[in-house]
């Protein structure tokens, strides 16, 4: 486990979310140093408790790193008035409910702010605040879908496919994280909170490049184009004798050098591949052709050529290749936590990294609903449990 205080050393975190989007955004402040009191159901605790794959499911242990356990019963008068008690101590409340929700449970924003005027409120959720669809549920894949991510993924001639994680639910935590670092800098020249309202559909809206401005201005409409992004050539994942090779070579310079290291440097000049554009347009025939050439060789044999030519190229990593690559390990992008269960947790370590005041994992996950209430009681508010 790395030990430091993060730039955020001192805020104090309230985390009323469960499963990924809110939980996930007080892990980025956690890891960043803030301190996260993660308010939980006494009797079944956060979903996330159960999640995740194999016999030992261990997804809690990274969503709930650097967090503090109370257990507190949202629905009744006991448990909302302390979450009340602990927001008026707190720089940052972070909740993903369904929009009203707080309100049901006499924790109005506009309540907590009059009680702590400079609380930012994180409020995540599927459609936002405000408008027609505000009150609807929603989860990451349905923000996924109508951000327009999910129309896009997988191969035409199929139904659209799920990237493989909750995209949806991280990008929008992460959306919120930014949302409250940004208050906090407006809150250290006014002393006011506010309110950041991150919405799964627009969180993944943000990340789609040109999709709107195209049919915008042309009509055009994005389609499924399965591994191969249109018109960039080539830039595909190529097959090997023993697996799969990611190229990255559309540059005109870079293909030049690929096709040097296919002992083809003619094609770099030929008039069908030589510029952009022609490459784009001849993409399915130049990635055959790339890849007859690949399959003759096998992956590190390939990797070393792309390697010596200076060309983007990579392996698509599983996790066991990053647990073994040393470029991994020489930068703590994956890092060993004791835990009291399992013994030790590998995991993804603390990112972006910061040079002065970097984030750390200064306490593993907690692995029992309240196990923390007595020690946060009694330093947030000077009382006994």
Not at 100 to 117: I, Q, S
Not at 267 to 286: M, V
Request: with cysteine.
């Amino acid at each position: 486990m790395i030990i430091g205080a993060g730039a955020l050393e001192g805020i104090r975190v309230v985390e009323m979310g469960q499963l990924i989007a809110g939980p996930f955004c007080g892990q980025l402040l956690g890891d960043m140093g803030a301190e996260i009191v993660k308010l939980e159901p006494p009797e079944t605790g956060d979903q996330m408790r159960h999640w995740g794959q194999g016999d030992k499911p261990s997804w809690w242990r990274v969503i709930a790193r650097n967090k503090y356990s109370v257990g507190a019963d949202l629905r009744s008068a006991e448990g909302q008035d302390l979450a009340r008690d602990l927001i008026a101590r707190a720089d940052i409340l972070i909740e993903n409910f369904r929009p009203g929700t707080l309100e049901k449970w006499n924790l109005a924003p506009a309540d907590l702010r009059a009680a702590n005027p400079g609380l930012i409120i994180v409020r995540v959720s599927g459609y936002g605040q405000t408008g027609p669809y505000s009150t609807r549920a929603g989860f990451g894949g349905i923000g996924e879908a109508m951000g327009g991510w999910r129309g896009i993924v997988g191969y035409p001639d199929r139904a659209p496919a799920r990237m493989g994680v909750s995209i949806g639910d991280t990008l929008a935590a992460t959306y919120g994280c930014l949302g409250a670092l940004a208050a906090l800098h407006h809150r250290n020249q006014t002393g006011q909170g506010q309110i950041v309202d991150s919405a799964l559909y627009e969180a993944v809206l943000q990340v789609m490049e040109s999709t709107v401005s195209d049919y915008s201005v042309s009509g055009t409409k994005r389609q499924r184009t399965g591994s191969a992004l249109p018109g960039i050539a080539p830039s595909n994942v190529y097959p090997c004798r023993d697996g799969e090779y990611l190229i990255g070579a559309n540059q005109d310079g870079v293909f030049a050098r690929l096709a040097a290291a296919m002992g083809r440097p003619e094609l770099a000049s030929d008039e069908r591949y030589a510029t952009h554009r022609a490459r784009g347009a001849r993409q399915e025939e130049l990635d055959g052709l790339i890849g007859e050439w690949t399959k003759t060789l096998t992956i590190a044999e390939l990797e070393a050529r792309m390697i010596e030519a200076g060309v983007p190229a990579g392996r698509v990593y599983d996790a066991e290749d990053m647990m073994a690559d040393p470029h991994f390990a020489a930068r703590d992008a994956l890092v060993k936590v004791d835990d009291a269960e399992f013994g030790e947790v590998t995991m993804q370590g603390v990112f972006p990294k910061l040079s002065d005041t970097p984030g750390s994992i200064r306490r593993p996950a907690p692995l029992a609903v309240g196990q923390d209430t007595a020690d946060v009681l009694r330093r947030w508010l000077d009382r006994e449990a």
